[in-house]
């Protein structure tokens, strides 16, 4: 079984701050994790993505993610915040082991809030 | 934006109602997904399709009815709705052998509300 948590619901900071929006998993085998981000009223927008390789995986609109697997943990960051970046915030999982099923399994989201 | 569209935008329907909602991808994909998205809850999938072929059903009740005429095209009917089956309904579609490591790419959902 795969699962997925999100131990934030909302994540307030301040214009040009650092972010961080946390996220931690659990498969059996080993992962493919996902991160989306959601606008009001709008569907999910896939930032980025982990799949093997370099830890740190860079993605859209300058956001990047450290996948830490002895913490079992894929955070999300941004070096400088922007107020455009406040949105709701989706960390997923699917495990290499569960073969032949497409689904992902999602958090349960973070709101990011950022203050001008 | 994402080639991913979904129709109505917004849906207003009584318990008795019947009605479909529909969703088109222009991505070439060969899967395509509905998802449930209620307030304070996770997503939940409801159905997996791969080349027109239902590969997933999360236990969905039957008053939920998929049909997947073609890899571009799905359609969720439904019939006889609970108000506690207002929600934001999400589509997205992927490419790929089903190996995992595909993205999937979301519609803008449709918004139910059942009275």
């Known amino acids: 079984a795969q699962s997925v948590a999100q131990p934030e619901d909302q994540v307030n900071v301040a214009e040009g701050n650092p972010l961080t929006v946390k996220c931690t998993y659990s498969v059996s085998g080993n992962p493919y994790l996902f991160w989306y981000v959601q606008y009001p009223n709008r569907g999910l927008q896939f930032l980025l993505k982990?799949?093997?390789?370099?830890?740190l995986v860079k993605g859209s609109y300058g956001f990047e993610a450290e996948f830490n697997k002895s913490q079992t943990s894929f955070h999300l960051k941004k070096p400088s915040a922007l107020v455009s970046d406040s949105a709701l915030y989706f960390c997923?999982?699917?495990?290499?082991?569960?073969?032949?099923?497409?689904?992902?399994?999602f958090g349960s989201g973070t709101r990011l809030q950022v203050q001008p | 934006e994402t080639g991913v569209t979904q129709t109505p935008r917004h849906l207003v329907m009584g318990m008795t109602n019947k009605k479909s909602l529909k969703c088109e991808q222009h991505l070439g994909h060969n899967a395509m997904y509905w998802y449930k998205q209620s307030a304070k809850k996770p997503l939940e999938l409801m159905f997996v399709?791969?080349?027109?072929?239902?590969?997933e059903n999360n236990s969905v009740p039957s008053r939920f009815s998929p049909e997947c005429p073609n890899s571009s095209h799905l359609f969720l009917h439904l019939h006889t709705l609970q108000p506690e089956d207002s929600a934001l309904y999400l589509c997205a579609s992927s490419q790929g052998a089903g190996t995992g490591e595909e993205t999937q790419y979301f519609g803008p959902g449709t918004r139910l509300l059942v009275l």
């Open positions: 399709y791969n080349f027109k072929e239902q590969t």
């Open positions: 997923a999982v699917r495990d290499w082991a569960d073969t032949g099923r497409r689904a992902l399994t």
């Open positions: 982990y799949i093997t390789g370099d830890n």
